[in-house]
């Protein structure tokens, strides 16, 4: 052995001179005996925390520290040093590996000096991620919910379907709007064990919407999700109704397609148009296509006597499916008239995209002399006009405004001003864009705090607007955050 001094514990022990054979053969059976002695204490000291860490679901860690107890049985002092500094508090894993460098370094071992640290190092690495998954796996995480707004037909019911992960598998369950559980209701709903929400089909739905929840819970905690919104929409008596009036000759013609005896028209869209007998076919909305449709309205540019004639439409429910086909209205193309200020023949109303979704937005009007159009955005309480090519691109000189990609800061109020030398229209036009995919992210995921001490966590949504609200096991925890008027429905 070299003749400096082995550091052990608090210790410092002078080795012993022996020479020879003996000594040598002396020296080892008395450095076997003093690792076997330290490495049942190592073993001892283990199994006295192994029911600490099987109550924090760390078998992996045993099992790691017992690796490391077993390989460093033949240098006892590094492994007591590891049990003992990684033992004693979690966030000492970063003394532990110095602990272990200085200690193996002092024994003079220099190639094999370089393992032990670098299985520390690994360990540390294995237990992090083991403790992070386990912990992460132990309470309920839903892995599957509902939109935030369904609307379903009644006559044919709809199904709403909640998955969760955890250990053990938690019990899935649906809560009304007041917190109470919900329970299976005959000839209203149905609820299955595998955390499916069944409303069956019925005709006696009453025409009002109503809030459910889906919480998932087990020994460990409670998760649930956000608010649903259910919307049966029942059966109704209504008709597709086709508007065309005059257009002037090289301007631009127009043809609603609406409905008459619906509740909600706006469920109401045109599918399908009709010239005569011949259906349209309309290619993508393009700065260059003659043909556009702009909410339930058809665009025609550049009309000419040829384009004179009946159209109708085919209209669908885009909830209950029903379809409708209009009768008939007649398209006149005329050579001119009488000069006047400009006189609107389609707007756009109130509109409705998804998200990501392209939209344009009409504003025609009569064309003699043909009329100029200048759009503009109202923005915290002030006009301002919509610059070329920020948000879209205006289809022949601004007769429709459209949005490639609708965002939510596409939504709000949209007017539109025609104009020529004997006056002006104006038009307004009010976009609504439907965006389900709010997402909220807490982090830390997985926190271990000592008892007492101060946890902290960050929650965020994808959209600035959401008010936050915190919840512990599905109870609410202090007051809502966020400004009046926000985007409701994110839960932290």
């Not at 599918?271 to 309205?297: E, I």
């Not at 939209?359 to 009007?365: E, M, R, S």
């Not at 405004?401 to 038009?427: E, P, S």
């Not at 807490?442 to 929650?459: E, H, I, K, Q, Y």
Request: hydrophobic share 40%; proline share 6%; charged share 15%.
């Amino acid at each position: 052995m070299s003749a400096r001094n082995i550091q052990v514990g608090c210790k410092t022990v002078e080795p012993r001179a022996d020479t020879g054979r003996a000594g040598s053969r002396r020296r080892h059976s008395r450095s076997c005996s003093g690792r076997a002695a330290s490495c049942r204490a190592s073993l001892l000291l283990l199994e006295q925390h192994r029911a600490r860490l099987l109550l924090l679901r760390k078998q992996s860690l045993v099992l790691c520290l017992q690796c490391v107890v077993s390989v460093t049985c033949v240098h006892h002092v590094a492994a007591n040093c590891w049990i003992r500094s990684s033992l004693t508090k979690w966030r000492r894993t970063q003394r532990a590996a110095r602990c272990l460098w200085g200690r193996w370094g002092a024994a003079g071992a220099r190639g094999r000096g370089m393992l032990l640290p670098a299985l520390a190092a690994l360990c540390c690495l294995c237990v992090a991620g083991v403790v992070r998954g386990e912990l992460g796996m132990l309470a309920p995480a839903l892995v599957q919910e509902p939109a935030p707004r369904v609307l379903y037909a009644a006559r044919a019911g709809t199904a709403l379907h909640c998955g969760a992960r955890g250990d053990p598998p938690p019990r899935v369950s649906w809560l009304a709007d007041d917190g109470s559980v919900l329970h299976e209701q005959p000839g209203l709903r149905r609820i299955y064990s595998n955390g499916t929400l069944e409303m069956l089909p019925s005709s006696a739905y009453e025409v009002t919407s109503s809030t459910v929840r889906c919480r998932a819970a087990n020994v460990h905690g409670t998760a649930v999700s956000r608010d649903v919104t259910l919307v049966p929409v029942p059966d109704e008596s209504w008709e597709a109704v086709a508007n065309a009036g005059a257009a002037t000759a090289g301007g631009v013609a127009a043809v609603t397609c609406g409905s008459a005896g619906a509740r909600d028209p706006e469920h109401v869209r045109a599918a399908l148009w009709y010239h005569g007998d011949t259906v349209l076919h309309l290619d993508p909305p393009s700065q260059g296509s003659r043909y556009l449709v702009a909410g339930n309205t058809l665009l025609i540019r550049d009309v000419s006597p040829s384009d004179a004639g009946a159209y109708s439409c085919l209209a669908r429910h885009a909830v209950t499916g029903a379809t409708r086909r209009a009768r008939p209205a007649l398209l006149a193309v005329t050579a001119g008239g009488a000069s006047s200020a400009p006189r609107l023949l389609a707007t756009g109303g109130e509109l409705s995209v998804q998200a990501g979704h392209p939209v344009c937005l009409p504003c025609v009007a009569s064309d003699h002399p043909p009329p100029q159009y200048t759009w503009y955005r109202e923005r915290e309480g002030r006009l301002q006009p919509v610059p070329a090519a920020a948000e879209g691109w205006a289809w022949a000189g601004g007769a429709a405004q459209c949005v490639r990609r609708a965002a939510l800061a596409a939504a709000g109020l949209w007017i539109c001003k025609a104009y020529n030398v004997f006056g002006d229209a104006t038009a307004h036009t009010t976009l609504h864009v439907h965006d389900d995919s709010l997402s909220v992210v807490v982090a830390p995921t997985v926190l271990v705090a000592d008892a007492g001490s101060t946890a902290r966590f960050n929650c965020s949504a994808s959209d600035p607007r959401a008010s936050l609200a915190w919840l512990h096991n599905g109870a609410p925890v202090g007051a809502a955050g966020g400004a009046a008027g926000a985007r409701p429905g994110a839960r932290c």
